[in-house]
């Protein structure tokens, strides 16, 4: 199998779970077809990136948070989904839900790089503090650390008129 | 915190886990802590069996999959003539003719654009361009549709110029939103049309394509689409 088809292997294996992932942290599904393209695009140009050092679906999970993030920083699209209102992930989504959201996406695109990623992943994914201590490399009290000061620029931004 | 929740404990299966599992990751102890898990806990079976039956959709019509410009060239470009009979031939665009049987919303419609050189324009009424402008086509519409575009040429031969899989690819409402490809006439002269498909679903596009090239002159009717087209003429310039 050339690198090319081992790719496109991946691609038809795992990703579905990068669009799920980059539509339920950006909300947008055209967005999140972005995301998807740009990975799989990425690796057909320099399919060495992944290394085996941790298990694919891990690694992958880690380069949609990393696309993702940098996509919510972006002034364009960060404008684009406020002014939108950000457009519901599912068509039946509730307005309250959708709100959530995009409050949940304006504080992401806000925080710092890693207590973003945190986030995602404990609250985006459902990760416990020990798995996101393994994808981040760090200790599992610093993600507590980090966790914690996701909920306090949580709260300030609530607490703001 | 109420912009940020989450659904599960930390006791149960995080996606991560639920997503190894269905890629055969989990071997050992993590592989039967998980199937334990899930068979307690039916938060976390219904998030696999909503993980599995994403999963499985996604294989059955998954987006298709763009390349770079060089690279997709060799997938998605129609080889073009020779240089030299290629510069002879021009094309004229037709702009949104109307056909018996074709049903056109207003808020749905298929548009195109023509690079020339490093110049693009939006084509007009008798748009006269060359081979080797590559044509690019732009949706709009007010709600969200599972989008195609077929052709029949003057030959009678129908294609599918998007998408490259084999199902109508579901984008969100937007004007003048360009298709993730572009592509170039071929030599094939004579009349061409371009159908853009507005899907309630993703309609399978085989059999609307031999539809196409079984019924000259008809256009698609599809359960559940709307359809939208651009008539070509493709002329050998004097």
């Known amino acids: ?161 | 915190m109420t912009s940020l929740e989450r659904r599960r404990p930390e006791t149960c299966l995080s996606d991560l886990r639920l997503d190894r599992l269905l890629a055969g990751e989990l071997e050992g102890g993590a592989l039967e802590e998980s199937r334990a898990h899930l068979a307690s806990c039916t938060v976390c079976a219904a998030r696999l069996a909503e993980l599995e039956a994403g999963r499985a959709a996604f294989v059955a019509a998954p987006p298709p999959l763009r390349r770079r410009a060089a690279r997709r060239g060799r997938r998605w470009l129609i080889p073009s003539a020779a240089t030299a009979l290629a510069a002879a031939a021009a094309v004229l665009v037709v702009w949104h003719g109307q056909e018996p049987g074709t049903r056109v919303k207003g808020g749905e419609r298929l548009g195109l654009y023509v690079k020339h050189g490093e110049a693009v324009r939006r084509a007009g009424p008798d748009e006269v361009v060359r081979p080797g402008d590559a044509l690019r086509f732009t949706y709009s519409m007010t709600a969200a549709r599972h989008l195609a575009v077929l052709s029949r040429d003057g030959a009678g031969h129908a294609s599918v110029y998007y998408p490259v899989g084999p199902s109508a690819v579901r984008h969100e409402p937007g004007a003048e939103v360009p298709l993730p490809s572009s592509t170039v006439l071929d030599e094939v002269l004579g009349h061409e049309v371009v159908y853009g498909l507005f899907c309630a679903g993703p309609v399978v596009l085989e059999p609307v394509r031999r539809s196409l090239e079984a019924r000259p002159g008809a256009p698609p009717a599809v359960p559940g689409c709307t359809v939208d087209r651009l008539a070509i003429v493709k002329e050998r310039a004097p």
């Open chain 1, 1 to 161: 199998m050339t690198p090319e088809e081992e790719i496109e292997r991946l691609y038809r294996t795992h990703g579905h779970s990068v669009l799920r992932r980059a539509r339920h942290i950006l909300g947008d599904e055209h967005e999140a077809n972005e995301v998807l393209q740009e990975l799989f695009m990425s690796l057909l140009d320099r399919p060495g990136q992944f290394r085996g050092e941790s298990s694919v679906t891990t690694w992958l999970y880690s380069v949609t948070t990393h696309l993702c993030l940098n996509r919510l920083r972006s002034q364009r699209t960060r404008l684009r989904l406020v002014e939108e209102r950000v457009a519901p992930a599912q068509p039946d989504e509730a307005p309250a839900r959708a709100d959530q959201r995009a409050l949940a996406q304006q504080l992401l695109a806000g925080l710092p790089g890693e207590v973003a990623e945190a986030a995602v992943y404990y609250y985006c994914d459902e990760m416990s503090q020990e798995e996101i201590a393994g994808v981040l490399g760090c200790s599992r009290r610093h993600v507590g650390d980090l966790l914690e000061r996701c909920r306090e620029r949580a709260r300030a931004w609530e607490a703001a008129p």
